[in-house]
């Protein structure tokens, strides 16, 4: 995501802005590169997510196992 943010969007934008005062409008590929931006952005998200769930899940086994009793209790 840094990468994203501090790299290749600039890039793409910047790349855009300097062809465009040139004469060069080519908004279909400021569009391309911004929507591969944001598909990855979203995987991303999704793979996060995923992760953060698989960790409650984790979590919450821990906890159900170390608070509830022990069936070696007499």
């Known amino acids: 995501i840094n990468a994203m943010l501090t790299d290749y969007l600039p890039s793409a934008l910047g790349t855009y802005v300097a062809s465009a005062r040139a004469g060069h409008d080519d908004q279909t590929a400021l569009l391309g590169q911004l929507h591969a931006l944001n598909e990855s952005a979203a995987t991303i998200l999704a793979a996060t997510q995923a992760n953060d769930i ?12 170390k608070f509830s009793g022990s069936d070696l209790d007499l």
Request: hydrophobic fraction near 50%; charged fraction near 10%.
């Open 54 to 65: 698989q960790a409650l899940e984790v979590q919450s086994i821990f906890l159900g196992t």
